[in-house]
Each structure stands twice: as structure tokens, then as C-alpha cells.
């Protein structure tokens, strides 16, 4: 066994520490299973009415930096989209791909933070299927996949600071007293 220094050692506990898989389990949590937005107005002077609900898949978790420990994550979504036109439903497949950056950083005493970076409109990435003729004319009218990049980031952006912040921050000072007693 080789000796380190103080700082080698720091960076090599937050590395092992914050791992993807734990980032992964992180998000998996903060996102949920089940994805769904609206009613949003959508059309031409908001004439239609457009509701999405779909599943959240695995997270991909790719390491972006070391100082500060950074991680990109893509978090795939699968969602089935119902627009409503004068009470005709028009229905759509739709699969976005949200990025959300997270930074670790270290704060005083002794605690781990973890800082999801709420996602803009630009991180959600929308692929549109409508399912029919009709779909596919209102679906280019209507701009269905920005109204859904929209609704998506804002979904995210609230999950992120509704539920997140109880993952936020890690304090150690309790687990180490739980693995080297003083008493």
C-alpha cells in the first residue's frame, strides 16, 4: 500500500463516493417512473388542447469533469401524446432525451453536495411520430415538439427543485461515527 497525500486523498473519496451508479440512483428518484404533462395549449392560438404521459427510462450517465467532479446525464422518456382539435383526439408517439448536468461539490464541515443544474428547453431533445394522417398535418402546424420541450423541461426543472434538494447534500460526519464509534 502506497502513502497519499491529504488531497490525493479527498479527490480519490469524493471520486469513489459519487460514482454514476449513485448519480444514476439520484435521478432515478428525483424523475420518477411516470412522466406527465399537461393539458398545454397547442396550435395556432393555443385552438387545441395537448396531454402527454409516458415512462422514464435508464438514466446515461457520462463523467464530463474532475475539478469539480461533473456528470452529464441523458434521461431518455417515452411518452404517448393525445392532442384534442374541436373533441377530435389526434394521438402522437413521441421520444425525448433530457440533459441535466450535475456538479459535486464540498462544503463545511465535512459534507458532499450534489447540484443538479435544472434543464432549459434546449436540453430536451423531441422526436414526434403522429399517428394518422390528420395528426401528422396538426403536428406540423401545431409545433407539437416545442410545446413538449417546453412542458418537459419545466416538469424536470420542478422535480429537480421540488424533490431534490434531500439528495443535495450528504453530510459524513454521522456516518463516520457510525463506522469508527468514539465510545
Keep these: 500500500m502506497s502513502s497519499m497525500t491529504y488531497e490525493q486523498f479527498g479527490a480519490a473519496?469524493?471520486?469513489?463516493?459519487?460514482?454514476?451508479e449513485r448519480i444514476s440512483s439520484v435521478i432515478r428518484g428525483v424523475a420518477g417512473g411516470i412522466v406527465k404533462v399537461g393539458p398545454m395549449a397547442a396550435g395556432?392560438?393555443?385552438?387545441?388542447?395537448?396531454?402527454?404521459?409516458?415512462?422514464?427510462g435508464d438514466p446515461v450517465i457520462e463523467k464530463t469533469g474532475d475539478e469539480p467532479l461533473t456528470y452529464a446525464v441523458t434521461l431518455p422518456v417515452d411518452l404517448q401524446v393525445d392532442?384534442?382539435?374541436?373533441g377530435t383526439h389526434h394521438r402522437?408517439?413521441?421520444?425525448?432525451?433530457?440533459r441535466i448536468v450535475i456538479k459535486v461539490h464540498l462544503e463545511a464541515p465535512l459534507s458532499?453536495?450534489?447540484e443538479p443544474i435544472?434543464?432549459?428547453?434546449?436540453d430536451v431533445t423531441v422526436s414526434v411520430r403522429a399517428q394518422g394522417l390528420p395528426a401528422k398535418v396538426l403536428g406540423r402546424v401545431g409545433d407539437i415538439d416545442n410545446e413538449l420541450r417546453r412542458e418537459i423541461a419545466s416538469y424536470v426543472?420542478?422535480?429537480?427543485?421540488?424533490?431534490?434538494s434531500e439528495f443535495s447534500n450528504v453530510d459524513l460526519r454521522p456516518l463516520m461515527q457510525a463506522a469508527w464509534p468514539t465510545d
Excluded: L, N, Q
Design 157 to 164: 426543472r420542478h422535480r429537480i427543485e421540488s424533490d431534490g
Design 112 to 114: 458532499i453536495c450534489i
Design 92 to 98: 402522437y408517439k413521441a421520444r425525448a432525451s433530457v
Design 13 to 20: 473519496f469524493v471520486h469513489e463516493a459519487v460514482t454514476p
Design 118 to 122: 435544472p434543464p432549459a428547453r434546449h
Design 44 to 56: 395556432p392560438g393555443g385552438v387545441a388542447s395537448a396531454s402527454a404521459t409516458g415512462d422514464v
Design 83 to 86: 392532442v384534442i382539435v374541436a
